[in-house]
């Protein structure tokens, strides 16, 4: 079990693991006990519906109408589906466009937030400021923000002579229009993840860089980045659980009828949009709960490698 | 997105952050690059809510108007109160329901999470680690994957369109409890505890006397972070709640019926829906601001 | 403060909460009001029915009852909750709307909603158009899941204002007589956008002139009465494609999406200067032009003779706890007088052919619209309505080849290209 904290087991923990399990009795109970409530809770209105979602998806269970025994026959059909596919592409591009400048975005921030500054707490305010806002409220005001024929984005382009841009229509451009609304939500507020990780950074080790004569963007890259690594990989692990279920954002970007299919060849069409859609659009009850299995198993994935990684990068240090 | 937060608090035997009073050396310039970027970040935070207020301040007529409104017109009051009349929406009703679920929802998590970080953490049981996996794994799980089988418990409760269907899903975390160990492993020292074992105090009592306070920046990021999160929550509500008992984002779902759309009202009801976190958010910000930083430092 | 208090506090803290927890939980079931007589009927709607007034004249027929009517703007996303709600057989209203492309949708789970014909519908079935009855009755003639509200006549929606900025006639006849077919509504396009440059279009979109063309042509689009999809094969489709397609080549379309916001900014900003109008569509362009548009616009016949687009059901699902009352509501509503009423309210076509003839129906006009007569229009062309039957995927299969002309509309594929993506979308969301 790879344990996400950056710093490095105290001997009693070290002694601990060495004897694993047993403690005492009392112990034993009181620890069952602690734990049970949460395993209670989500055996009931989280498990029950995962295992009930995948007996689901071995049916051909129309939502509305009949349903028969179908084995693995839609993850079969699943594997053949170009939409399945397309929404796979969508979900990691976005994922990626949306994630790196994000984080080296935080990176930055989170940097410049650890000067010395006046009023230091107002600045950090005023970046985790947008992550108060409802997703809900980003999509309407940002699909606003990018009309077509009168969004405020069309028209300050319009003065350096770009032509008004469809950002629904092209797949590169809605793409950057959503990974725009992700980002302004998350950055400021991974930057002060980032600023809580970079306080613990000894600041002789930057004082000694100075010395040496290493400027900003020097300690950046071989004092802040390295120092940070655990934080960096378990914020891309947050990350690429919210990505992966990305859902909000493009449907509400997608304005007026057909907003689940993501815009006209489904150029924006993510994962969980294709779930919904296949449910209640298509009724496909039985098939829509297969990708949402292979979903699920997908994000596993990620975080497995993201949790090696993790344990790799411990070793190393 | 969902909201997690990985605090990452000092080491208890870290230096503490230099807490030194401005250097006068700093002085030299009147404004340092980093204050030029971070007043152009701050800026570009701040501008899309900033949009909102425009918008939800002119009328409907103005929104699509070219070029852009940039500036508050005088329509917010009539806007605003269009919202709040709307027979349709019980937005009263629906804060208060919202303020109830987030509490509710809040306190149990920060309280489980609590109990079960701490045991994670401290307690010694047969399959700790691989329970805690089980723990990580449940954050995996998307909201969208269980929603038809979820609702459909929900009927089978007889609670479906009520408050207690849109809390329960969400009165554990495994976020939280994930969260509030890490806590734990950095912030309680086994020298507490030890301490406590020989006066001969009770788990439970140590729990309550000796863990839970240490827990407090922590526990008051998290509730924090909870509070928010259920604020904005709106796949599930929007399914499962009915008329009598909307909550905010849901009753704001409903300003968009009727056929058309009413960009001016949709706005205002949007800026009344974050308004309240707003309030939230500048009263407590620091708190918020400090948990996330500051981790078990003060004593 | 000593550790010890600061314990204590935060302890009763947090049993206080969990109290409060289990207050919450005991908060469930008190929707009703205290006095036990009353009963709350449910009523879930998209759009706009016009039955605020007939909701009152209800309630005072019957002392104690109380309606609460939920209308959801956008009717996929109407369509998925309704779905979702009886699925799980939970949570739908008392009594629901169900939309024309739907209801042979939930035909498929006739079981979930009251059976019509056991509460003798049967004996007055003449108060709808023969297919608008048949259309909510399962196959084997046994099972009517809803009664008919409104159909969906057609008749073209046009900007006075632009036409004769653009030179053309103004007068509802003449216009009437500028297009007797599609291809010569398309010249007449041609010519308006000669005039009118590049600021203003002809049409607000393929989609739009599509789905009307294709609704005034065929008794079957993409499924044939086995459901079996034809799209390939249907040349009523085929047809209604290259014509709506050909307008979008001619430059005579705004290439705006159906309801959104750009579309809706449209009506207001005067975007377009005709748009297909199904009968339901002239209250929307009403709330969405604004009265600063009003008597901008007027009404005229559709090219191609009449048609229908949309309608809805009234149903009520079994798990109603009022379904006596609800019944109740239905007939009410779909009578003739409920019927005559929401046309008064909102301008929907009634679904009652009995109702033609008469003068309010026939003599009624349109103030926004400069006046149209309405009843005229619309009643024109349906008494010439030809029943369409959709299949049960008729909606998933409708968005796949909207989704296709878009982009061929668009330019991101061209006509032929857009036209296999179509058919092979089709015959997957048709499964």
């Known amino acids: 079990m790879a344990t996400l904290t950056s710093t490095p087991a105290t001997p009693a923990q070290r002694r601990r693991r060495a004897r694993p399990g047993r403690g005492p009795r009392g112990e034993q109970v009181a620890g069952y006990a602690f734990i049970s409530p949460f395993f209670l809770v989500f055996a009931v209105f989280g498990l029950f519906p995962l295992l009930f979602t995948f007996w689901v998806s071995l049916h051909d269970w129309s939502l509305l109408g009949d349903r028969s025994w179908s084995g693995l026959g839609n993850y079969s059909k699943l594997l053949g589906d170009d939409h399945f596919w397309n929404a796979l592409r969508n979900t990691l591009g976005i994922f990626v466009l949306a994630t790196v400048p994000q984080l080296l975005l935080s990176l930055v921030l989170a940097q410049l937030l650890n000067q010395r500054l006046r009023a230091r707490t107002l600045w950090r305010m005023g970046v985790l400021l947008p992550n108060i806002t409802s997703i809900a409220a980003v999509g309407i005001i940002f699909t606003l923000l990018f009309a077509r024929d009168f969004g405020l984005v069309n028209w300050l382009l319009g003065h350096v002579g770009v032509e008004p841009i469809a950002w629904q229509q092209h797949r590169w451009s809605s793409w950057l229009a959503i990974s725009v609304m992700v980002d302004w939500r998350w950055t400021g507020y991974n930057a002060l993840i980032f600023l809580a990780a970079l306080q613990a950074v000894p600041r002789e080790l930057y004082d000694a860089a100075s010395i040496d004569g290493a400027g900003p963007v020097q300690q950046f890259r071989h004092i802040t980045v390295p120092m940070l690594r655990p934080t960096i990989v378990f914020v891309t692990l947050v990350a690429t659980i919210g990505g992966m279920q990305l859902f909000t954002e493009p449907l509400l970007f997608n304005s007026g009828a057909n907003a689940i299919t993501g815009g006209t060849t489904r150029q ?43 344990r790799r990068l411990r070793g190393v240090q | 997105m969902t909201a997690h937060v990985e605090l ?62 940039l500036t508050p017109g005088g329509e917010l009051f009539t806007n605003l109160d269009r919202v709040l009349s709307n027979p349709d929406i019980t937005f009263g009703k629906a804060v208060v329901n919202t303020v109830l679920v987030a509490t509710v929802t809040t306190a149990a998590v920060v309280f489980f999470s609590c109990l079960a970080g701490f045991a994670f953490a401290k307690l010694r049981f ?90 407090r920046p922590a526990a008051a990021v998290l509730a924090l972070l909870t509070f928010m999160e259920r604020w904005n929550d709106f796949l599930w509500p929007y399914l499962v709640l009915d008329l ?8 704001l779902a409903r300003l968009a019926g009727g056929y058309y759309t009413d960009q001016a009202l949709v706005m205002a009801g949007t800026l009344l829906g974050v308004l309240p976190l707003l309030v939230v958010f500048i009263l407590f910000g620091r708190q918020i601001v400090g948990g996330i930083m500051e981790g078990g430092l003060k004593s | 403060m000593t550790l010890h208090t ?71 996303q109407y369509n998925t909750q309704l779905t979702q709600k009886i699925a799980a057989g939970s949570g739908a209203g008392d009594v629901v709307a169900i939309e024309e492309g739907q209801v042979v949708n939930f035909l498929q789970s006739a079981d979930k909603f009251v059976n019509f014909q056991e509460h003798g519908s049967n004996d007055h079935k003449d108060q709808w158009l023969d297919w608008k009855y048949a259309q909510a009755t399962t196959a084997d003639g046994k099972d009517t899941i809803g009664l008919g509200t409104d159909v969906g006549g057609l008749a073209m929606c046009y900007r006075k204002d632009l036409f004769e900025q653009a030179g053309l006639p103004t007068d509802r006849e003449q216009v009437a007589a500028l297009w007797p077919t599609w291809d010569a509504f398309t010249q007449v396009g041609e010519q308006f956008q000669d005039a009118m440059g590049d600021d203003v279009h002809f049409i607000d979109s393929a989609t739009n ?6 609704m005034q042509t065929a008794d079957e689009t993409y499924f044939d009465h086995d459901n079996k999809l034809i799209i390939d094969s249907n040349p009523a489709v085929q047809n209604a494609w290259d014509t709506a397609l050909a307008m979008s ?32 569509m002239t209250s929307y362009i009403e709330e969405q032009a604004g009265d ?25 699902p079994t798990v109603s706890k009022h379904q006596d009352l609800a019944l109740e509501l239905v007939d009410f509503l779909t009578s003739a007088d409920g019927q005559m009423g929401a046309f008064e309210a909102v301008g929907n076509l009634p679904s009652n052919p009995t109702l033609y003839d008469t003068p309010a129906l026939k003599d009624a006009t349109n103030e926004y619209f400069s006046d149209a007569p309405i009843g005229q229009l619309f009643v024109a062309g349906a008494s010439s309505l030809k029943p369409v039957y959709l299949g049960a995927k008729n909606q998933p299969v409708r968005d796949a080849v909207e989704n296709a002309m878009r982009s061929a509309e668009n330019g991101e594929k061209s006509s032929s290209e857009a036209w296999d993506t179509a058919v092979s979308d089709a015959e997957a969301a048709a499964g």
């Not at chain 1, 829509?288 to 292979?294: I, L, R, Y």
């Not at chain 3, 009003?294 to 009520?316: E, H, Q, R, Y």
């Open chain 2, 8 to 69: 990452e608090p000092a080491p208890v035997v870290a230096v503490p952050a230099t807490q030194t009073v401005e250097a006068p050396r700093v002085r030299r310039r009147l404004v340092s690059p980093t204050v030029v970027v971070l007043s152009f970040v701050t800026a570009l935070s701040a501008f899309p809510l900033y949009f909102m207020v425009v918008m939800a301040s002119r009328p409907n007529s103005d929104i699509t108007s070219v070029p852009p409104p």
């Open chain 1, 268 to 310: 924006f069409q993510t994962l969980t949009m294709y779930v919904y859609e296949q449910a209640f659009t298509g009724q496909e009850f039985g098939y829509a709960s297969s990708v949402a299995w292979v979903m699920f198993i997908v994000i596993a994935l990620i975080g497995a490698l993201n949790a090696l990684l993790l």
């Open chain 2, 244 to 251: 009598d008992h909307p909550t905010v984002q849901v009753a």
């Open chain 3, 209 to 214: 002139t599509y789905n009307s063309i294709l």
């Open chain 2, 126 to 215: 047969v399959g700790r680690s691989p329970l805690l996996a089980f723990v990580l794994l449940t954050m995996m799980v998307p909201v969208q994957l269980g929603l038809i089988p979820l609702y459909m418990l929900m009927s089978k409760l007889h609670l479906s369109g009520t408050l207690p269907a849109v809390s329960l899903p969400f009165l554990v975390s495994g976020f939280g409890v994930f969260l509030m160990r890490q806590y734990v492993v950095q912030a309680l020292p086994d020298e507490l505890l030890e301490a406590a074992r020989l006066d001969g105090a009770s788990i439970l009592k140590t729990f309550f006397y000796v863990v839970l306070p240490v827990l």
């Open chain 3, 6 to 76: 600061r314990a204590r506090r935060t302890a009763a803290a947090a049993g206080l909460l969990l109290l409060a927890a289990a207050g919450l939980a005991g908060c469930g079931d008190d929707a009703d009001g205290a006095s036990g007589s009353d009963t709350t009927l449910r009523v879930s709607v998209f759009g706009n029915f016009g039955y605020e007034d007939l909701y009152k004249q209800f309630e005072r027929d019957h002392p104690g009852v109380k309606i609460v009517e939920t209308s959801e703007g956008d009717l996929g």
């Open chain 3, 292 to 316: 600063e548009n009003a008597g901008k616009w007027d009404i005229t016949t559709v090219p191609g003779g009449g048609g229908n687009w949309g309608g809805s059901f009234l149903a009520v």
């Open chain 3, 249 to 280: 080549d001619a430059g005579i379309s705004a290439k705006l999406k159906s309801f959104s916001n750009e579309w809706n900014a449209g009506f207001k900003n005067g975007a377009f200067a005709t748009i297909a109008c199904p009968a339901w």
